[in-house]
């Protein structure tokens, strides 16, 4: 089955620089790769999906690149803010709402003020 | 809309008592998730649930644990009897599911379940 790898599994950055988190994933069949944003307290939320024919996309501060051939993706969040901090979880899925969405181990990103 | 409701938000219990979770999902999803969440073992998908029919329930850890969906708009997570590795957030999560096409994953905010 598949298995979703990520690190770093946590991280801290000044208020105003960027991070990143990566992730790997091992089933070449994956397709659809969502990100989600998990604050103290409450479940987690999406904040950015990218599918298999897409190689970047990007929302505001948040962008999500993907290299199929490597089975690798990342989340880069620009211009950090104490409100990023939160931990973060990589996922992926066959991309089929039928197919069952396997989450990484999560990053939990600190941005000091 | 309220979105995923999941009641209650903290149990505690001592082992071998009977727990049950509840469920309320987004009015109009098809598909229902439930899933525990450890330091050790971080987010793992239980058993889900599309148009109230178990799918998926390889999750499952053993026997005790068993869930129902008697109609669209409810859920329940019970473990019977409890035992201190479950203690756990556990969270009910629900989605839209159409056109095949994988859709968010909405989140309650969890049920914190200490046993002792």
């Known amino acids: 089955g598949e298995n979703v790898e990520q690190h770093p599994s946590t991280l801290s950055v000044q208020e105003g620089d960027s991070a990143v988190i990566k992730c790997t994933y091992s089933d070449s069949a994956s397709n659809y790769f969502p990100w989600y944003k998990q604050e103290l307290g409450k479940g987690p939320q999406l904040i950015i999906d990218i599918r298999s024919n897409v190689g970047e996309k990007k929302d505001q501060r948040i962008a999500v690149t993907l290299n199929k051939t490597a089975k690798h993706f990342s989340l880069h969040i620009t211009e950090t803010q104490p409100e990023d901090s939160a931990v973060y979880f990589c996922a992926a899925s066959k991309g089929t709402s039928y197919d069952k969405v396997i989450f990484g181990p999560g990053t939990s990103l600190s941005v000091i003020p | 809309d309220a979105g995923v409701i999941q009641s209650p938000r903290h149990e505690v219990t001592e082992m071998g008592q009977e727990v049950t979770l509840r469920c309320k999902p987004i009015?109009?999803?098809?598909?229902l998730f439930w899933y525990r969440q450890t330091m050790m073992r971080g987010l793992e998908l239980l058993i889900y649930f599309n148009n109230n029919v178990p799918i998926d329930d390889s999750g499952m850890p053993e026997d005790r644990f068993s869930a129902k969906m008697p109609n669209a708009s409810f859920s329940t997570l019970k473990i019977q009897p409890s035992e201190p590795r479950d203690s756990a957030v556990y969270f009910c999560a629900s989605s839209l599911g159409t056109g095949g096409i994988p859709d968010t994953q909405y989140f309650g905010p969890g049920t914190r379940l200490t046993v002792l």
């Open positions: 009015s109009g999803h098809d598909y």
